[in-house]
């Protein structure tokens, strides 16, 4: 009897803190800072969980990824609804002020496909380490002045930005206004091809800017340089949003000392790179930890300060390393304490990067279940809240008017759900039938509760 006691004392208590935790965490997600959303056509809420493809397009002979259309339908059951698509300013413009529209044609024949298969795209003009030259991609040999300074790679690669080769040549372009010119013009041929793309959500003008230029880098070199392409945006008439980075090395800790103020459309283009975990150097503990979330929180403020939303558009990791359960962990936690929408690195062999979600074979890698999750991909409202916590998925958003529009949340397949209500009311949804369900709240809900037990 006294066993029994004890047993109901115990299960009441636990109810009794899981009943109060559970607003706690809700009054931190409501107190967190958070920038501007992302919106639809229809004024809807949009969260982007995307994947980039893809890094072996960086040295094929065509510049194009491997995928076909079978390839990127599986995208769709994953829950992807984003991907962020590598094109190449030396496949673009091979020869100075000539322009390759037959890589343009076949560029847009694979939005078509992920246009048919519901997923946006979000065009990335990529580079890393300038040139294929120096073992990366991105810049055309036209772009590189001759140099005789001697090049020897080390690992890990992005050890590479360091040496004076490619120090030089990142120093010869920002340096250069017929250059940098250049690659303006390239991305307003770019703009006239891609704009009028239904699923084209922006496009992401310089991946991982590189200074070589000393201090002040970011307030001078580069936000003119940012100022100048949404400038010929503008003179242009083209309304595609531009999604811009801070320069590489403040992918970590330091605030960014961007001076540019977009007059056009924007979003802040954020990747999150630890150099000394997310290469294997280490194991993940609390440094680490406080390195990602002061570098997001930075990174959510100067967002906020620019009034513009933010995307995460490049982080990964690799599930072989020490704690890397307890880095995705604390990096969900954060994604949901900034509702933030995010792209992970990469849709790809792990032979050509070691974060892709598939392995030498071409099968998929354990991380791709920690990738699919239940989250909202459109929702109808304002001021929402959305987080995981076990096996319980919780929205809650305020109408404010809008009508015949649903809200969509996606769950995948991996998962039975048990319950899935709106206000406390049961909604109907077949899995084997489809891969999100909707809800459309009546004129006399303000206030929306989905809920997705499993």
């Not at 190449?88 to 100075?96: G, Q, V, Y």
């Not at 298969?117 to 300038?130: A, R, T």
């Not at 801070?246 to 924007?266: C, D, H, N, Y």
């Not at 704690?323 to 929408?341: P, S």
Request: one cysteine or more.
């Amino acid at each position: 009897m006294k066993l029994r006691s004890f047993c109901l004392l115990f299960y009441l208590g636990a109810f009794i803190v899981g009943a109060y935790a559970q607003p706690d965490f809700e009054t931190e997600l409501k107190n967190a800072p958070k920038p501007p959303y992302i919106f639809d056509k229809e004024g809807r809420i949009v969260v982007y969980h995307g994947i980039t493809v893809s890094y072996s397009a960086r040295h094929a002979d065509n510049f194009l990824p491997w995928h076909t259309r079978e390839d990127f339908a599986k995208l769709k059951e994953w829950g992807f609804n984003l991907v962020r698509y590598y094109i190449f300013w030396e496949a673009i413009e091979p020869t100075s002020g000539i322009y390759n529209d037959g890589y343009m044609e076949e560029t847009l024949k694979r939005f078509q496909w992920l246009n048919e298969l519901g997923i946006d795209v979000l065009v990335c003009v990529h580079q890393d380490l300038i040139s294929r030259k120096f073992g990366g991609s991105g810049f055309p040999d036209w772009a590189l002045k001759e140099r005789d300074i001697p090049y020897s790679p080390v690992t890990p690669a992005y050890k590479n930005y360091f040496s004076q080769a490619v120090m030089a040549c990142f120093d010869d372009f920002w340096r250069s206004d017929f250059l940098k010119n250049s690659y303006i013009e390239m991305l307003k041929y770019v703009i006239s091809k891609v704009q009028t793309q239904p699923n084209v959500i922006g496009i992401e003008v310089f991946d991982e800017p590189w200074p070589h230029i000393g201090p002040g880098f970011e307030q001078t070199f580069l936000s003119e340089f940012y100022q100048k392409i949404d400038k010929m945006k503008q003179d242009n008439g083209f309304h595609i949003p531009m999604y811009f980075q801070p320069m590489l090395i403040a992918s970590v800790v330091m605030p960014s000392g961007l001076k540019f103020e977009p007059k056009g459309r924007a979003v802040y283009a954020v990747r999150y790179l630890d150099p000394i975990y997310e290469r294997g150097s280490s194991g993940y503990g609390r440094t680490n930890q406080w390195i990602m979330n002061s570098t997001i929180t930075q990174r959510v403020r100067e967002a906020m300060r620019w009034g513009i939303p933010m995307l995460v558009t490049d982080f990964g990791v690799n599930l072989d390393m020490q704690d890397a359960m307890q880095y995705l962990d604390d990096w969900w936690n954060l994604m949901m304490k900034h509702q933030l929408g995010w792209v992970y690195s990469s849709y790809d062999k792990d032979t050509d990067n070691p974060f892709g979600i598939l392995d030498k074979d071409g099968n998929t890698k354990p991380i791709l279940s920690k990738l699919v999750q239940v989250y909202p991909q459109r929702i109808a409202g304002r001021n929402p809240i959305w987080y995981t916590r076990g096996t319980l998925f919780r929205l809650t958003y305020e109408t404010e008017g809008f009508i015949n529009t649903p809200t969509v949340v996606f769950v995948p397949r991996s998962i039975v759900a048990r319950q899935i209500a709106a206000n406390g009311k049961p909604i109907p949804y077949n899995p084997l039938r489809s891969l999100t369900f909707e809800y459309t709240a009546t004129p006399e809900e303000k206030n929306v509760t989905i809920v997705v037990q499993w």
